[in-house]
């Protein structure tokens, strides 16, 4: 079974600080790599997505994320936060069935 | 565009009533589109998967007579919680699969929160 896992819970940092969120996933064939935020009491947006080509993705607010196969892996990046950064994340990898599978999400509070 | 709506925002109903939930692609055609439910602090669970024109399938654990869905056009599906008891409650997200270049993506909708008392 596909599965995804992020390792971080809750992160605590403070305006500038730089992110990264880390992101595994264990499926052996083609990915699609998703990574989406859900600000207070809003839906799903989506940040950024991988599907082939270059490795290291650029998504909007300033968000990258770098896969690198060999590790399973598609980490987030933001060099630097903002307040309004402070949300849920979710990273996620599209199955063969076109359904998603979610990690379980890490909480950014960004501290003024 | 890729815009998915949903219907209510959030309803608070009595226990044992039955309450409809409404997913819209406003801009394109879903011939697929999936519902999430998601509990306070935590990820997004599918539930059923909802093919335009036929029946929906669902995922391991999820009782589809308690969860209806019906997906009766290129535009709209239903989810419909019949008999609703307080462990009902939850927020309930509607994605549809795009179109196109974006067949390999999901857009997403506000989401309904819905409460059983």
Not at chain 1, 74 to 96: G, I, M
Not at chain 2, 63 to 83: C, G, P, Y
Request: hydrophobic letters at 35%; one cysteine or more.
């Amino acid at each position: 079974a596909q599965s995804v896992s992020q390792h971080n819970h809750h992160v605590i940092l403070s305006e500038a600080a730089s992110l990264e969120l880390g992101c595994n996933y264990s499926y052996g064939g083609t990915v699609n790599l998703f990574w989406y935020v859900q600000y207070p009491g809003q839906h799903l947006q989506l940040l950024l997505k991988y599907f082939s080509g270059d490795p290291l993705v650029k998504g909007i607010k300033g968000f990258e994320a770098e896969f690198i196969k060999s590790k399973f892996s598609f980490n987030l990046r933001k060099p630097s936060v903002q307040w309004s950064d402070t949300a849920e994340y979710f990273c996620a990898v599209k199955r063969h069935d076109y359904k998603l599978s979610f990690g379980a999400g890490t909480t950014v509070t960004v501290r003024a | 565009g890729a815009v998915v709506s949903q219907h209510p925002s959030w309803v608070i109903c009595k226990s044992g009533t039955s309450v409809k939930i409404e997913c819209r692609s406003l801009d394109f055609q879903a011939t697929t589109m999936f519902w999430y439910r998601q509990f306070p602090k935590q990820s997004l669970m599918l539930m059923a998967t909802s093919n335009e024109g036929s029946k929906a399938t669902y995922e391991q654990g999820v009782e589809k007579d308690k969860f209806l869905i019906n997906h009766a056009s290129l535009t709209l599906s239903t989810l419909t919680v019949t008999s609703a008891h307080p462990e009902d409650s939850s927020f309930y997200i509607c994605s549809a699969r795009g179109s196109g270049t974006s067949y390999n993506e999901q857009f997403f909708g506000p989401g309904t929160r819905l409460t059983v008392l």
